[in-house]
């Protein structure tokens, strides 16, 4: 995390996402917790009075929820056309090799969106719940992501998570990719890797 000045603003930051405080409004900081995944709680309050300003513990998680420790760059993912403007997101993918956590960064413009896809030693995490619907295809079974979301909840086939959990597991060996064109346009199917059974 870093704590830095900027003329009369307080910049909070933890690389990915940045938060600007008034130094006139600004009282103290006070960790709240760090959890068992390296997360930073902690709240700011104003002038010092009890009122909080911000209570990062109460916000969601595309916000400045948590503030990452531990984490380096794994790796990018190609570029994907958003819409008929053909804007293209730029992904960025950390991990946190302690535990194998995972997040992605997405870019758009001066837009910036976190995801957390989690460990892959917890059940609940979405990478997790994403590679237990990826088990229900063969060793030799080439598949793509319209066959996939049959296997997996409503909450996992939001596009940018599967698509930031299908990079990571390629990058990180866990699946094989290839990718041709289907009417026209890019066509990626993937396939399980030996690699992938060591996941319990």
């Given at each position: 995390m870093i704590l830095k000045r900027n003329g009369s603003t307080l910049v909070i930051s933890d690389g990915t996402f940045e938060h600007n405080f008034d130094f006139k409004e600004f009282g103290q900081m006070k960790i709240i917790s760090i959890d068992s995944e390296g997360f930073i709680t902690f709240e700011i309050s104003k002038n010092q009075q009890p009122s909080t300003l911000i209570d990062f513990s109460k916000r969601t998680p595309t916000s400045i929820k948590h503030v990452s420790t531990g984490f380096s760059l794994l790796g990018r993912g190609s570029p994907k056309t958003l819409g008929s403007n053909a804007s293209r997101a730029t992904y960025e993918y950390f991990k946190r090799a302690a535990d194998?956590?995972?997040?992605?960064k997405i870019i758009l413009g001066a837009k910036t969106k976190k995801i957390h896809l989690g460990s892959l030693h917890d059940e609940s995490s979405p990478i997790h719940k994403i590679i237990?619907?990826?088990?229900?295809?063969?060793?030799?079974?080439?598949?793509?992501?319209?066959?996939?979301?049959?296997?997996?909840?409503?909450?996992?086939?939001?596009?940018?998570?599967?698509?930031?959990?299908?990079?990571?597991?390629?990058?990180?060996?866990?699946?094989?990719?290839?990718?041709?064109?289907?009417?026209?346009?890019?066509?990626?199917?993937?396939?399980k890797t030996s690699k992938l059974q060591t996941i319990h």
């Open positions: 194998e956590y995972y997040y992605s237990s619907g990826i088990k229900h295809f063969g060793e030799t079974q080439w598949f793509d992501r319209k066959m996939l979301v049959k296997h997996l909840e409503p909450a996992q086939r939001h596009g940018q998570k599967l698509k930031s959990t299908l990079d990571i597991l390629t990058i990180e060996g866990y699946l094989e990719r290839q990718e041709s064109q289907k009417r026209g346009k890019p066509y990626e199917q993937y396939k």
